[in-house]
């Protein structure tokens, strides 16, 4: 069940009514995951300062149980994020930042209980 948490100083209207569908269909298949697991929320017009920098940027947090746990799983799933939203956002490579965060099963709670018990 990963969770992707964008930020933006892109302003909201000028995102795109269809990035958030896209941004969850592109992290299914990155993180071979269906697409009715992933949970993504994108804010954009956000505070955000990346290297010193107000320029438009993107910070993305993804967090889930067991994919995105080592460095070489990171890599991969790195790689084709930042291929993504260079093309969706017109964004160069470093304007985005991304961090993962792995999370445990008991982290994560779910239809009244957590998942460790689902």
């Known amino acids: 069940m990963p969770f992707l948490d964008l930020d933006t100083n892109i302003p909201q ?6 990035f958030t569908e896209k ?6 298949s990155i993180l071979r995951k ?6 993504v929320t994108v804010r ?3 505070s ?3 290297a010193g920098s107000p320029s438009p940027g993107v910070e993305l947090i993804i967090s889930s149980i067991g994919i995105v746990g080592t460095a070489e799983e990171n890599k991969e799933h790195s790689s084709k994020l ?4 260079t093309k969706e956002l017109g964004l ?13 099963p008991w982290q994560i709670g ?4 957590v998942i460790t018990y689902l």
Do not use: Y
């Open 13 to 18: 209207q000028d995102i795109g009514d269809d």
């Open 23 to 28: 941004l969850c269909l592109a992290a299914a």
């Open 34 to 39: 269906p697409k009715e697991s992933v949970n």
């Open 44 to 46: 954009g017009g956000v």
């Open 48 to 50: 955000l300062i990346i």
């Open 82 to 85: 930042f291929a993504f939203l």
């Open 92 to 104: 160069t490579p470093d304007r985005i930042l991304l961090r993962f965060q792995p999370l445990e």
């Open 110 to 113: 779910k239809d009244g209980t």
